[in-house]
């Protein structure tokens, strides 16, 4: 008796779920840019795709896909892609902003009006009125040291001038002429002789003597 209250309320249960879902799978594919109830001027960052690259889109319109909030000094990938189930918005009057297939696979900034979403399907995307466009520079960040920590790393100048060896100066060739000057004038020459010093000390002896013979020959007169 109780299967049939329980039937009835597990169908209202999975209606409300498939209208609430359907609803938050909507709000979830326009990149969160604002409520749903709610429309406004936005700067939205995305892929510019065809509409049918994008489930919900149409083949003869231009759709912003993978959509963010802008606007972004630049991006890291000069192309984008985008699967059928990405997030998208329909883009009306594209030519106010002069867009072209030219600009189809790359990031762009887009200004303009973002309507409201009344409709239940999760496949209808919501529609930017286009005001502005640009495309987005492209800035490839560049690796850093951490992204090979397997490379040498080059030596230090400091380190690399200390292991070398120092040259040994040479010897100073100034001073051996001073040196070589005073040693002349330290050893003088021997120029002199002792003979003449030998046979003077024997004329003063020889003189003595007859000095003193002729001393006592006086006394003993």
Avoid: H
């Amino acid at each position: 008796m109780t299967i049939q209250p329980v039937y009835g309320a597990s169908v209202v249960v999975l209606v409300f779920s498939v209208v609430t879902g359907g609803a938050a799978y909507a709000q979830r594919r326009d990149g969160s840019l604002l409520p749903q109830e709610q429309s406004g001027q936005v700067t939205a960052v995305g892929c510019l795709v065809r509409g049918d690259a994008v489930r919900g889109g149409q083949k003869d319109k231009y759709a912003l896909a993978r959509p963010r909030k802008g606007p972004v000094a630049s991006v890291p990938e000069g192309t984008c892609t985008a699967d059928p189930a990405a997030d998208a918005l329909m883009l009306d009057n594209p030519e106010k902003g002069n867009i072209s297939d030219a600009m189809l696979g790359r990031w762009v900034e887009i200004g303009g009006r973002l309507e409201k979403e009344t409709s239940k399907d999760p496949d209808d995307l919501r529609e930017l009125d286009v005001a502005s466009f640009k495309p987005v520079p492209v800035v490839v960040p560049q690796r850093t040291a951490a992204a090979a920590p397997n490379l040498p790393r080059p030596a230090p100048p400091a380190a690399a001038a200390a292991a070398a060896p120092r040259p040994t100066p040479p010897a100073p060739q100034a001073s051996a002429a001073p040196a070589a000057q005073s040693t002349e004038v330290r050893s003088l020459p021997k120029t002199a002789s002792l003979v003449p010093a030998i046979g003077f000390s024997g004329l003063l002896l020889l003189t003595l003597g007859l000095v003193l013979r002729s001393f006592r020959l006086r006394q003993q007169s």
